[in-house]
C-alpha cells in the first residue's frame, strides 16, 4: 500500500514526522510534532500492534495534533507530539527496544518530549530515559495530593475534573456550592475513585458503577456511594454524569436517555463522533470537553520539568475552571456546541504565538 503523508486526511501541517528503524531491537517508531508555536511538544508515547503502518501514522498524526489543543487549553508552554512504537507491548516489549527508542529520541534535541501511554509504563520511560534527557513524568517526587509518587498525573487529573465539574455545575445550574447534588460516576479507577472521594468530600451524594465489583464495594464502603448497574448509570436521574471510563460514551443512544443537565468527567475520547457535542447542546445538556477538563495530568507532567512546587501545580490545574467557564460562555453567546468553542479558543493560544 503506497502511504502519503502530505495529502493524509488527518495531515494538519504539522511540522515534523520522524520514522525510527532498528532492526537489532526489531523498534519500528513515529514521531509526529504537530506544532511547536507555544513550547517544545510533549505527548505519549504508545506502544500498540497496529495491524499496519499507516493505522499507525494515521494514530500518530490525530493524536499530536490533540496534544497541541490540549497543552495550549492548558495554558501550558508546550506544542502538541506523539509518539507511537509498532509492536505489542506483552511479546515484543524489551529494554534494547527501549533504549533505543530513547537513542532516537535524543537525535530530535527536545522538539519532542515522551511521556507515558498505553502500553508504555513509566518503567519503560525511565528505561529510555538512560538514553535522552527528553522524557517526561518520571522523576520520584511528592504527588500532587502529598503523598510519594513515581509520577502517576492521576490525582492532577482527578482533581482537574472536580474543579471543572465545578464550573459545569456554576454555569448550568447557577450554583456555586456542590451540597447535595447527585453525581453518577462511571468507572471508579484512578482518577474515578478520587474525583469521587472530592465530590463526595463536598457533599455530593453519589452513585457509581464500575466491571470491577471490587472497586465498586470500595465506593460504597469507603465514599458512601450507591451502586448502580451499568445500563442504569448514564440513565439516572441526577444533575451530573462523570464519565471516567471509557471513550465514546456519549452517541445517539445515550445522548437520547441523559437526565443529567451536565457531563463532566476526565475519560478520553467521550464523544463518539465529534457532532455529539451539538446534539448534547441541542437537548440542554452543558458537555465540559475532554480535552480540556482531563488536563491535570499532563499540567502536572509538565511542571515536574520546571522543578514541581505542588502549590504552583495545584493553582495552575485550578485554571481548567477559568477555561472551561471561558468556553461556557462562549458556547452560550454564540449559540455553539462547547466541543467547537474549545478548539477555537485553542486555536486563539497556539496560532500566531511562536516563541521558539
Ligand atoms: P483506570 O484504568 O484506573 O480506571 C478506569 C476504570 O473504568 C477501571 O476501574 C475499569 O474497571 C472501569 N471500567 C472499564 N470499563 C467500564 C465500563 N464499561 N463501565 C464502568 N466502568 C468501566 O483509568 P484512569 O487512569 O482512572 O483513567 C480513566 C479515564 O480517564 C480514561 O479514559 C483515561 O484515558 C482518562 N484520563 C486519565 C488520565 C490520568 O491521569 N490517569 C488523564 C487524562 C485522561
New binding site residues.
Given amino acids: 500500500m503506497n502511504m502519503s503523508v502530505f495529502s493524509h486526511p488527518e495531515f494538519d501541517n504539522h511540522e515534523h514526522l520522524s520514522f525510527f528503524s532498528d532492526p537489532e531491537t526489531g523498534l519500528r517508531a513515529i514521531v509526529a510534532v504537530h506544532n511547536t508555536n507555544r513550547g517544545p511538544a510533549l505527548g505519549g508515547c504508545r506502544m500498540y500492534p497496529y495491524a499496519s503502518d499507516e493505522e499507525a501514522l494515521r494514530d500518530v498524526l490525530r493524536l499530536s495534533k490533540g496534544m497541541t489543543y490540549k497543552s495550549a487549553l492548558a495554558n501550558l508552554d508546550l506544542g502538541g507530539g506523539k509518539s507511537v512504537i509498532i509492536g505489542d507491548p506483552r511479546a515484543h516489549k524489551s529494554e534494547a527496544l527501549m533504549e533505543a527508542m530513547g537513542r532516537f529520541l535524543e537525535q530530535l534535541g527536545g522538539l519532542y518530549i515522551a511521556a507515558e501511554d498505553s502500553g508504555t509504563s513509566v518503567a519503560d520511560l525511565q528505561v529510555m530515559g538512560r538514553r535522552t534527557r527528553h522524557v517526561a513524568g518520571i522523576a520520584p517526587r511528592a504527588g500532587f495530593d502529598g503523598q510519594p509518587s513515581n509520577g502517576?498525573?492521576?490525582p492532577?487529573?482527578?482533581y482537574g475534573t472536580f474543579v471543572g465539574l465545578q464550573a459545569a455545575v456554576q454555569h448550568r445550574l447557577g450554583r456555586g456550592d456542590l451540597e447535595g447534588l447527585t453525581v453518577a460516576v462511571?468507572?471508579?479507577?484512578?482518577?474515578?475513585?478520587r474525583l469521587a472521594r472530592h465530590l463526595k468530600e463536598a457533599g455530593a451524594k453519589l452513585y457509581v458503577?464500575?466491571?470491577?465489583a471490587e472497586?465498586v464495594e470500595r465506593a460504597v464502603d469507603e465514599l458512601g456511594a450507591t451502586a448502580v448497574s451499568?445500563d442504569e448509570?448514564l440513565k439516572l436521574d441526577v444533575d451530573v454524569v462523570a464519565?471516567?471510563?471509557?471513550?465514546a460514551v456519549l452517541n445517539d443512544d445515550s445522548i437520547g436517555k441523559l437526565q443529567a443537565k451536565v457531563v463532566a468527567?476526565?475519560?478520553?475520547?467521550q464523544l463518539a463522533q465529534s457532532h455529539h457535542d451539538a446534539v448534547l447542546a441541542g437537548r440542554g445538556i452543558l458537555y465540559a470537553p475532554?480535552f480540556v477538563i482531563?488536563?491535570?495530568?499532563?499540567i502536572d507532567v509538565c511542571h515536574e520539568r520546571n522543578g514541581h512546587d505542588a502549590a504552583a501545580v495545584r493553582a495552575h490545574v485550578e485554571t481548567i475552571g477559568d477555561t472551561l467557564g471561558e468556553i461556557f460562555a462562549r458556547a452560550e453567546h454564540g449559540s455553539q456546541p462547547t466541543g467547537v468553542i474549545a478548539n477555537q479558543l485553542a486555536e486563539e493560544r497556539f496560532r500566531g504565538k511562536s516563541q521558539l
Avoid: F
Fill in positions: 502517576d498525573p492521576s492532577a487529573t482527578a462511571q468507572g471508579i479507577g484512578n482518577v474515578g475513585y458503577h464500575d466491571v470491577y472497586s451499568g448509570i464519565p471516567c471510563a471509557l471513550g468527567g476526565a475519560a478520553n475520547n475532554d482531563n488536563a491535570g495530568g499532563i
